[in-house]
């Protein structure tokens, strides 16, 4: 009864907590697991790895003590039987090392057995006789009656140590095997303490989450079960219903507050949607109707070019009908009627390449019959003029106004060259002279014109062109550049999407 009880008392306070409380409480206890297991693990470590580092470190002592003691006793008969200066330092050496190893060995009567510590009591003792009987030996003449007695002592004395610290080294070994073995006995008991331990963890995680699924996700994929429901126009589903008393039970009460209320704008949202269906396909014919006419808008701003071509060209044909003979004249009418069945025979907004650069060629052939060496043209194209497309009759004029607006006021004339690259899937068209040009301020007159439209002061083919390159083209770009006295250079930017 007490523990029914208790469980109501937790959960009615599990479900009053907000949701970042339950997270907390959740990664709280998620956190202490991991801690716990941690230092479990660390304790396991310790409990281990110490005593068996100790156990190491103890048999290293021993065993250095027992090397020391041997070096010592081969480097004192090596110096008693050939007393050099070199077998000296070499004792000396020796001396040293067995007097640290002496002072080494553990001497802690709480932390070894009666026997080990017995005889490292007495090698302590009997090390400090014999270092005494030693250095007697090594200080008194060897000629001295006494001398021999005592230095066969001293090869006994070393012997007995010898032997101590075989035996000691005995006792390690089996003292630390018995502790050895004492830890593996105690570490075979913690696989099921370690069980036991996890399955408590394990099931205090499963039993939280089961927790937090009832109380966050279920309430969650209701309302999403839900509003899937909504979404296809069924807005009289059952009302949810959750035990929380957190943000997640006011969520639910204002979604169901909601629901209905939807409903009833739907409807009227439906209603309107079919309105503004209607005014968006008025929208889109008007839209259409309107591209129709900047289509013919830019078909007039095209032909707006051939009757002035046309009067240009006739004076030049005028003029060498009057200095050559017939055969000249008609090669000119011959180019001027290739130019003209071009312009009045293209419907469309966009040609080839190649055929505004042959427009272009019979164009300069005759501009050369009129102006002989005075002017010279050139063409640098390195793309395939049979693929890219350009707006129609867009180099003619340009070329024509580097001539007459540049070239033709130079008493030495010039040149005038058309340069043609791709990049970045655009065509970049370059038509440069080598005229006349123009100050800065006029520069800025001609920019200023070309951005407003005035044609007036832009000249019709500029104008022309700047209009039609930026009505057809998204980023298509008209750019005019020039120097006084140096020349003026235009460069358009033509994106080809196929």
Same mark, same amino acid.
């Given at each position: 009864m007490g523990i029914n009880t208790c469980k109501k008392k937790l959960h009615a306070k599990w479900i009053s907590l907000t949701i970042k409380k339950k997270i907390e409480v959740f990664?709280?206890?998620?956190?202490?697991?991991?801690?716990? =297991?941690?230092?479990? @693990?660390?304790? #396991?470590? !310790?409990?281990?790895?110490?005593?068996?580092?100790?156990?190491?470190?103890?048999?290293?002592? =021993? =065993? @250095?003590?027992?090397?020391?003691?041997?070096?010592?006793? &081969?480097?004192?008969?090596?110096?008693?039987? !050939?007393?050099?200066?070199?077998?000296?330092?070499?004792?000396?050496?020796?001396?040293?090392?067995?007097?640290?190893?002496?002072?080494?060995?553990?001497?802690?009567?709480? =932390?070894? !057995?009666?026997?080990?510590?017995?005889?490292?009591?007495?090698?302590?003792?009997? %090390?400090?006789?014999?270092?005494?009987?030693?250095? %007697?030996?090594?200080?008194?003449? @060897?000629?001295?009656?006494?001398?021999?007695?005592?230095?066969?002592?001293v090869y006994d004395m070393q012997e007995y140590l010898q032997d101590y610290a075989r035996i000691l080294m005995r006792y390690t070994l089996e003292e630390g095997n018995d502790v050895y073995l004492g830890k593996v006995q105690n570490l075979r008991r913690v696989p099921p303490i370690v069980l036991v331990v996890g399955i408590l963890l394990v099931s205090t995680m499963i039993s939280l989450a089961s927790i937090m699924n009832k109380t966050l996700i279920l309430p969650i994929m209701t309302l999403v079960r839900a509003s899937k429901k909504i979404a296809s126009n069924d807005f009289f589903v059952e009302d949810i219903t959750v035990e929380n008393q957190d943000e997640m039970g006011e969520l639910v009460k204002a979604f169901n507050k909601m629901k209905y209320a939807t409903g009833q704008y739907i409807t009227a949202l439906e209603e309107k949607r079919k309105m503004l269906d209607l005014l968006h396909k008025e929208e889109l014919e008007k839209i259409e109707v309107e591209k129709h006419l900047?289509?013919? !808008?830019?078909?007039?701003?095209? &032909?707006?070019?051939?009757p002035h071509f046309l009067f240009n060209t006739l004076n030049v044909i005028a003029g060498m009908a009057k200095l050559e003979d017939a055969a000249t004249t008609e090669k000119m009418i011959k180019a001027l009627s290739t130019i003209f069945r071009y312009n009045l025979k293209t419907p469309e907004t966009e040609v080839v390449l190649a055929q505004e650069l042959q427009v272009v060629k019979d164009y300069m052939f005759l501009q050369q019959m009129r102006f002989g060496n005075r002017i010279s043209f050139d063409i640098d194209c390195k793309v395939d003029v049979n693929t890219v497309m350009v707006p129609t009759f867009s180099f003619q004029p340009l070329v024509e106004n580097s001539i007459i607006h540049g070239l033709s006021k130079k008493e030495e004339g010039g040149k005038v060259s058309i340069r043609i690259r791709m990049k970045s899937k655009n065509i970049?068209?370059?038509?440069? @002279? &080598?005229? #006349?040009?123009?100050?800065?301020?006029?520069?800025?007159?001609?920019?200023?014109?070309?951005?407003?439209?005035?044609?007036?002061?832009?000249?019709?083919?500029?104008?022309?062109?700047?209009k039609r390159v930026h009505g057809m083209y998204v980023d298509g770009e008209v750019e005019i550049f020039s120097k006084n006295n140096i020349g003026t250079v235009v460069r358009i930017k033509i994106p080809q999407i196929k």
């Open positions: 990664t709280g206890v998620v956190f202490l697991i991991i801690f716990v =297991s941690v230092m479990f @693990d660390i304790w #396991i470590l !310790n409990y281990s790895l110490n005593d068996f580092k100790m156990i190491l470190e103890e048999n290293s002592q =021993s =065993s @250095d003590f027992m090397d020391a003691i041997e070096a010592e006793s &081969s480097c004192f008969k090596a110096y008693i039987k !050939n007393p050099s200066e070199e077998n000296q330092i070499q004792m000396e050496i020796a001396f040293d090392l067995t007097s640290r190893a002496v002072l080494k060995l553990p001497y802690d009567y709480t =932390s070894m !057995n009666v026997k080990r510590y017995a005889k490292t009591w007495s090698i302590r003792n009997n %090390y400090e006789t014999y270092v005494k009987k030693r250095d %007697y030996v090594l200080a008194i003449n @060897d000629e001295n009656q006494a001398y021999i007695n005592e230095l066969y002592k900047e289509t013919t !808008n830019l078909e007039l701003l095209k &032909s707006q070019i051939n970049l068209i370059t038509i440069a @002279d &080598s005229g #006349i040009g123009m100050s800065e301020e006029v520069l800025a007159e001609l920019r200023h014109a070309l951005k407003q439209g005035n044609t007036a002061k832009t000249g019709i083919g500029l104008g022309n062109i700047y």
